[in-house]
């Protein structure tokens, strides 16, 4: 299921990024006191109680050179767009402001629910300070302190009350979904055209032009798909042509709603930082990951150049060595029946289980290959491992201390798994625990 999206909305220098680490749990945002220094990761994954929703921090949003008031408006604006609630965030030490009412008129045409955080309001006595913000006609105002932590409980309960339950398009257990997710301009649209093979999804060479994520239903070869074409921008407006992460926020939702990733990147154009950047969402989400390499037909070749593309692109993406990575061309529609057959390997995969029996016979001949390292006198002992979980498959390794499996020995047990039962295209966890 979906989780509800919660964004956080005001003029700068109200303590959006406070709030937001202070929700999330983790400092992710950069926070310092100068208006528009958020550059961090703005998106996270959070938890209230019985509640997970993902949360958005639009001072992350950068508009570029545009007026300042404009872009409060164009970020607020992206937040409307994205997001099932809205925290309208005021700073409650300077009143209302000129700013805060310009974003008040935003919100009220929005349609989407409001709660209204008076922030740094850092004890008891200054309560009073809350009522000027009734003027702004959201209703209750809700005090609270990002430095100390103060009234966020009361916020998140109120803000809770208004997550929809995103059961929409729930469909069979045996149904593929699968994504299509990259940069604006990738060929993203043109790829489910062409896998489809009719022109179901609006296509255009000007990067922005597919409103929302649509989901197309493919059969093949007597199997059911469904496809989620992410193609990223909702409107031909500035601010979706230049902001980056607008594509980001539209590629997450449709991560956690995939049994499978597609990757899309452009091969005439090559790799870029946001590549590597949507990639590892997918990576995090733990779901399953085709790279895939759109326009090779626009590319002047030789034998050697697919086998320098494919190397540049392992070494761009070294968390993702497990992907397969297939080269096509939407537009001559060339290798496109190959997209498929790998789809339902990373998603056969992604779902596989491993005998207890057999997986431990594995591990074993890879401590006896490999013996177990020490640290500061003590060795790694692994008594017996189990898989847990699938969709990406988890395993537990039961040993006397989980402080003494490095990092690298981790990994080199991950190579013996991926060498003796395959997961191409799936990530695989490994979780140490002591044996009790």
Do not use: C
């Not at 085709?290 to 050697?304: C, H, L, R, T």
């Amino acid at each position: 299921m979906t989780k509800p999206v919660l964004a956080i909305v005001g003029r700068p220098n109200v303590g959006k990024s406070t709030i937001f680490n202070r929700i999330v749990g983790e400092r992710i945002s950069i926070v310092e006191d100068i208006p528009g220094v958020t550059r961090d990761r703005i998106y996270s994954s959070a938890e209230w109680l019985t509640h997970d929703f993902n949360i958005i921090d639009t001072g992350g949003i950068d508009i570029g050179d545009e007026p300042f008031l404009e872009q409060i408006r164009q970020q607020a604006e992206i937040a409307i767009d994205e997001a099932d609630v809205i925290v309208f965030l005021v700073n409650g030490r300077e009143g209302v402001t000129s700013a805060d009412e310009e974003v008040a008129k935003i919100l009220y045409k929005a349609k989407k629910p409001v709660v209204l955080g008076v922030n740094k309001i850092d004890n008891p006595e200054m309560r009073q300070m809350i009522y000027d913000f009734y003027s702004l006609g959201f209703g209750e105002p809700f005090p609270i302190s990002g430095s100390h932590g103060l009234g966020l409980g009361d916020l998140l309960d109120e803000a809770a009350k208004n997550f929809p339950n995103h059961d929409e398009n729930q469909y069979d257990d045996d149904v593929i979904k699968f994504s299509l997710i990259g940069r604006p301009n990738v060929g993203k649209s043109s790829l489910v055209n062409a896998i489809l093979g009719e022109d179901r999804v609006i296509v255009s060479n000007v990067a922005g032009t597919t409103r929302d994520a649509i989901d197309s239903q493919l059969k093949y070869n007597g199997d059911e798909y469904v496809i989620i074409d992410t193609a990223g921008m909702r409107k031909k407006g500035k601010v979706y042509e230049t902001t980056e992460k607008y594509s980001v926020l539209r590629a997450l939702r449709a991560i956690e709603r995939s049994d499978v990733v597609l990757i899309v990147l452009d091969g005439e154009e090559g790799i870029i930082e946001q590549d590597k950047r949507i990639a590892g969402y997918a990576h995090q989400a733990g779901r399953a990951v085709i790279i895939v390499v759109n326009k090779w037909d626009a590319v002047e070749k030789d034998e050697k150049t697919m086998k320098k593309f494919e190397q540049n692109i392992r070494d761009h993406f070294q968390f993702l060595d497990y992907a397969p990575i297939v080269f096509l061309s939407a537009l001559t529609k060339k290798r496109i029946h190959t997209l498929i057959p790998m789809v339902n390997i990373a998603s056969e995969n992604h779902m596989m289980r491993v005998e207890t029996n057999v997986l431990n016979d594995v591990i074993m001949d890879a401590v006896a290959m490999n013996p177990t390292p020490t640290d500061k006198g003590r060795r790694l002992r692994i008594y017996y491992a189990t898989q847990v979980a699938i969709k990406p498959p988890t395993f537990v390794v039961f040993v006397n201390d989980p402080e003494l499996l490095h990092f690298s020995y981790e990994r080199f047990l991950e190579n013996r798994i991926r060498d003796a039962f395959g997961f191409e295209g799936t990530p695989i966890k490994i979780i140490a625990r002591e044996r009790k």
